[in-house]
């Protein structure tokens, strides 16, 4: 079967507004939810992982979260789905607002079902290990097929009590009654945390102790094995981080230093999806004419792939 492909006629002159980064979204949602007060997302991301990110934040009953976004009603009925929460869904523009805990949570006992969404299932894993209370962690079967081991030995460093329910490396997991306390009061210890993890494996392992680190009662010297893969993941986590008022000190990435801080609620607009990007960007090559993003800038070093 043949098709026949027609030129554009004239030269390009276009303004595109993309969709908002996933790892941008994902990783503000998080630092808004241990923020203390009211964050404003703006541009942000409204997909499968995002919502199942959201999802979790209002069963551990992070304050009100409120989401004015273009989809219409299915992504509310996505977020609403399994939750009993009081919070308002409001869908609007794509802004998401979240009245975050200050990294209190609810002690009750919890399960998180974060199905196939490997960003929240690794950055949650972190953040639990500092919440009173049992939490498991499961996903679907794809989840259960993906390793997390690495970053469970390295909350373990940190003295994480986390026991696997299946397979040995992989989800479904339980969390609880960890050895190490969150920083309470402005109470901080002189000593510090030294966790040491492969680079090579996934660079979400890092990110999830990174944004773990605030909470905890002193500072944290996370140090790399080897080389540390997917960086520009890592410059975006600390250049979120840094939004929300939190400073992580880069020593070329052979390791990072974090102090006890607290994350502060902030108004925060997610930029355009580079990979997105990437497509317009190719018929821009082969036609002459202009091509503006109206939301893509240097803040975040994102892959364009």
Known sequence: MFREVIPFPQALDLELTLPGSKSI?????LC????????VIRGALLSDDTNIMLNALRK???GNLATEGSCTGLRSNNLRKGVQSHSVVELRDDTVVIEGCGGQFTDKKL???LHNAGTAVRFLTAVMTIRKGETVITGNQRMQERPIGDLVEGLRQLGANIEY??????????IQD????PRRAGKIQDSRYVVKMKGDTSS?????????????????QLEVIGDLVSKPYIDTTI???????????????????????????????VEGDASAASYFTSIHYLHEGKLKFTNLNTNFDQKMS
């Open 25 to 29: 979204t994902n990783r503000a949602f």
């Open 239 to 269: 250049a979120v981080m840094k939004a929300f008022g939190v400073k992580v000190q880069n020593d070329h990435y052979k390791s990072f230093l974090v102090k006890p801080q607290a994350y502060k609620a902030c108004e925060f607009t």
């Open 178 to 181: 960890s050895k190490f306390p």
């Open 204 to 220: 979400q392992y890092f990110s999830a102790l990174l944004m773990l680190a605030p909470l905890l009662d002193r500072l944290l």
């Open 165 to 174: 329910l299946g397979e040995e490396g992989y989800p479904p997991f339980k």
């Open 111 to 113: 399960t998180l079902d």
């Open 32 to 39: 808004a939810a241990l923020a203390k007060g009211k964050s």
């Open 60 to 62: 551990l009953e992070i």
